[in-house]
């Protein structure tokens, strides 16, 4: 049966066709609507997978780990700076083994679309010593679903499945199966000698793990997700991974004049590397993400011989697009003399206009009737009576506030930092030291971060502003919803100091003499702005006026 | 047979729907289709793009490089000539005339007009007008999307199907709104 889906869409539907129990995962663009996808499908619900958000991907690796405890397959699912938030037990989950099959989704972003950064997953894959696949098509997303699960079961280690965002987020027609592959039944086999990483228990784990890797390696080798196809001309030799592979094909329409050797699944087999080194004059690697596959072929041969993103023939960072790949190739050729018409066919003449500054930038900005606005407004009015007022914001919409208008926060770092920063700088001796965090983001890691603030009665004043959904990837579930004074008074923020608030412009000079004070309490004080996200709001209104008629 | 189309505008105006509506109608003759799509950060009110890639050969980028695209459909005139080094030479752009300012620094409206007609192929329609002239203000899209159906070479009749396949479950009057919209674009062009 062919359906047209969307990278992630087939990596779900794979999964559930691959006897999934369990989907694992905090919303993360561009790896949200895998979860997503499964939380509406039928089969899904018939079956009563697991689909529902985790608190943070941490949460969320330890429980799919759990179900594999007990025999069941499991999905994690997280956009790449997430797999820095379960790094603990993605690690660990190597040592202990898998039962059921388990499989690390991360979704990487290159370029930073959506990102503070564009780390590559495959180093994790690589560093943790667990087998890592990268599909190139949607296809072959939805039909390594199935591979990985099996794989995993196999070797008896997680496997990590790495995407990234023009595979997440690209639609394509793929032919899917008509039946699932049932559910494993709980398994009571797991040896407890495996699971508890106690060290001596670890060390034989450690061993057995590296001695895998040559057998990993080996089917790395034989995979037909690994391909290599020769070619006439060996001036060049290609290696493209990924989607990448993609973009090569796109630049030689009447197939690659070079012996070109694509690689999907890891690690490295070297000896296919090998074969294209020893018959090429000169190795071109194409990759998404970081030079991964270039630094290791660069340790296999001579390093002059190695082209790509570290000698400036593809750029050395950012996502590549047709035109970075066809110009390294045009480029190639045009130093090289052969292959005219490659050459022919990937330099294209684009038209322009005469004035460029009639095309100006449109930044994405806070939305119409939202919230986060009239808290910063609040904020800044406040906070102009301050020399060195300093504000700590964090991951979510709210991070808009940066921009103009607002021009209201003065770091973004990772998941949970607003509240530690202005606790360290509030140690510095900053004051006002003021950390603005959104609900989801709070429960994802702001929490812990307050209990040290509590326990030092640090002088902070934080603001939850609380839009009670996980807004900036779509509008789902907030792990804490109708939950945060009471999580506030659990961690030990004090009755007098923790205030909710709605913020709407009539309420303006509440609002702002509430933050006065707190700043003005020289302890830990919670401010908790909150009002439905204006999209969710408009959304529910939708689905009420439909269920009416 | 193969066009590579670049859908744009600004978050909220409705390109996803165009590229489905297509999509659709290129899945039901047994075409390859390759969508990229823009999610996340950018649909805020910021500038928004997909890349929507038919052809009756398999397709390998999701990326249509610059200077191929054979149609630029966009729903805001300054976002259709943000991508025009991906129009190729003898490419199309069919765009909304209405500029939708919602950043300080909007270009002159006069001299952006004056760009887009000195460029050799486009059709620039005011499609809101079109829309509330016709009684169905929620289908400026699929006016534009009408005006686009020559430059795409899909058979209106196709288009049409689609539009009743994937509007169907939004019930009858949803479906007729779409259909005259799609006729109202053939026509203005």
Redesign the interface.
Known sequence: M?Q?L?GDEAIALGAIHAGLSGVYAYPG??S??ITEFIQGNALARERGLHSRWCTNEKTAMEAALGMSFMGKRALVCMKHVGLNVCADPFVNSAMTGVGGGLVVLVADDPSM??SQDEQDSRHYGRFAMIPTFEPSSQQEAYDMMAVAFDYSERMCLPVLMRVTT??A?????VEVAVEARPENSINYDAQAANWVLLPANARRRNDHVCAQQALLEADAESSSYNVFADAPDHSLGIIASG?AY??V??SFPDGCPYPLLKISQYPLPKTLVRQLLDTCQRILVVEEGQPFIEEQVRGVTDSRHILGRLTGQLPRTGEL???SV?KALAQWTSDHGQCADAKDNIV????????A???????????QGCGHRDVYTALNQVLQEFDHARVFGDIG?YT?GFLPPYRAIHSCVDMGASITMAKGAADAGQWPAVAIIGDSTFTHSGMTGLLDAVNENADITVIISDNLTTA???GQDSAGTNKFEAICRGLGVPDDHLHVVVPLPKNMPEITRIIREEINYHGVSVIIPRRECIQTFKRHAKEKKNAKS | MKVDIILCGVGGQGILSIATIIGEAAMNEDLYIKQAEVHGMSQRGGDVQSNLRISSNPISSDLIPRGAADVIISMEPMEALRYVSYLAPDGWIITSSVPFVNIPNYPDVDKLREALAALPHVVSLDIEQLAKDAAIPRSANMILLGAAQRALGIDFDKLCDAVRRVFARKGDAVVEANLRALAIGREAH
């Open positions: 062919k047209l969307l663009t561009p949200t609507e679309h959506s023009r595979m987020h690209s639609r394509a027609v989607i993609n973009y094909c796109e697009t047709p035109d066809a294209h003449s684009p038209l322009s206009i005469e004035d500054s009639l095309v100006v930038p449109r930044p994405p900005a806070l939305c919409c808009l900036m990837t779509g």
